[in-house]
């Protein structure tokens, strides 16, 4: 596809459920972002993915969250045992490789999940 | 403990007036920083960025300068008009460190008719 693509874009849950949230990336983007927007808060980094490996998972907020990438390309973030303090929007962003300075994120449009 | 900070949540500006956005970080080490857009149900988009060896950039309406000694950055928006509302991420990266964006709380700029 053109951009980052997001499912769902809605996702509620109750309290203790597992989650599963999907991100495709852009075609050709090896590095792939996970990053969490609660309400009031900027953008809190989750994890990123350069090819399929995950050499950054700092951001993971507790062992209740994990993420895959299978064939460099699609990723899944889950949530297992899905608290309140979970509700927030998941962003996803590609880029072409993961580095600073002139390499542009592209992001999707974001699942928001609520946990009730 | 922010490492990028937009001190204000929202800003509410005259369509045709200056948007001026500011943002300060505490990281030293950072050297690249960029300005991302949002709308609502959106993911964030790319505005503009600058890289610590030069103190401004420009690019059509939008100029982002940068002060290293004040590790302060602003983002100036001119002139200003309705498709401008939006949500404003400042952010701010190391090349050749971790790589990582860290990204402020964003500000919310209202443009008035």
């Known amino acids: 596809g053109a951009g980052v693509s997001q499912s769902p874009s809605n996702k509620v849950t109750e309290k203790g459920k597992d989650v599963e949230l999907r991100c495709d990336p852009i075609s050709g983007h090896t590095a792939l972002y996970w990053y969490r927007q609660s309400l009031g808060q900027g953008l809190e980094f989750l994890i990123y993915f350069q090819g399929n490996s995950a050499p950054d998972k700092s951001g993971l907020p507790s062992d209740r969250f994990s993420a895959e990438r299978t064939g460099g390309s699609v990723s899944t973030l889950t949530i297992q045992r899905t608290q309140q303090e979970d509700s927030a929007v998941y962003l996803c962003?590609?880029?072409?490789?993961?580095?600073?300075?002139?390499?542009?994120?592209?992001f999707g449009p974001g699942t928001r999940l609520t946990v009730l | 403990d922010q490492q990028v900070k937009q001190n204000s949540p929202s800003l509410s500006v005259q369509e045709g007036r200056i948007s001026i956005l500011n943002c300060d970080y505490t990281?030293?080490?950072?050297?690249?920083f960029l300005w991302y857009k949002k709308y609502p149900a959106e993911g964030p988009t790319f505005l503009i960025s600058i890289s610590s060896i030069k103190d401004k950039n420009e690019d059509g309406r939008f100029t982002v300068f940068l002060n290293k000694s004040a590790k302060h950055l602003s983002l100036h928006i001119v002139p200003s008009q309705p498709g401008d509302s939006a949500v404003y991420f400042c952010?701010?990266?190391?090349?050749?460190?971790?790589?990582?964006?860290?990204f402020g709380k964003g500000t919310r700029l209202h443009i008035l008719p």
């Open positions: 962003a590609s880029s072409r490789w993961h580095g600073a300075g002139d390499n542009e994120q592209f």
């Open positions: 952010a701010a990266s190391s090349v050749g460190g971790d790589d990582k964006i860290i």
């Open positions: 990281n030293s080490m950072f050297d690249y």
